[in-house]
């Protein structure tokens, strides 16, 4: 459990999961409401409450089954679709729809942020996937899950 956590700090982190704003957050747990943007920036900092709001939504998404591999493996559906070929469509004006013009389009934008996002979730950066590991390597290591 946290340490060092005041029965109102728990209460402005319980509000904040379940609204997403701190500043109401603060309002919610009985600070001050001229001051409550600031005292939320302050409070969302300290030491105890990250861990006790880490405490918080782990059993938040253990309870909705959510884990490091099920993260990856979305981003790795999302890089696949993100990556598909889809026709480019313009207006005909003579048959009054649109028909694909022999172009073909993928969401490039997309792409790149989800696989910026898997290397991230991954830890590419710590240094906890070893460079020869494959992305369905790393998942089957997290809960024995595979692709």
Known sequence: MARDITPRQKKFVQEYLR??????AAIAAGYSAKSAASTASKTLKMP??????????K???DEMGISKAWIGRRLVEIVERCTQKTPVLEWNPET????????WEFDAN???????ELA???DF???EQSAAESIE?????QEGSKL
């Open 19 to 24: 609204s997403g704003d701190a500043t109401d």
């Open 48 to 57: 105890g409450v990250i861990e006790y709001r880490r405490e918080l939504e």
């Open 59 to 61: 059993k938040l998404f």
């Open 96 to 103: 009054r729809q649109k028909e694909p013009n022999g172009f």
């Open 110 to 116: 997309g792409a790149i942020r989800a696989l910026h």
């Open 120 to 122: 991230e979730h991954m």
């Open 125 to 127: 950066a710590e240094g």
């Open 137 to 141: 390597d790393w998942l089957a290591r």
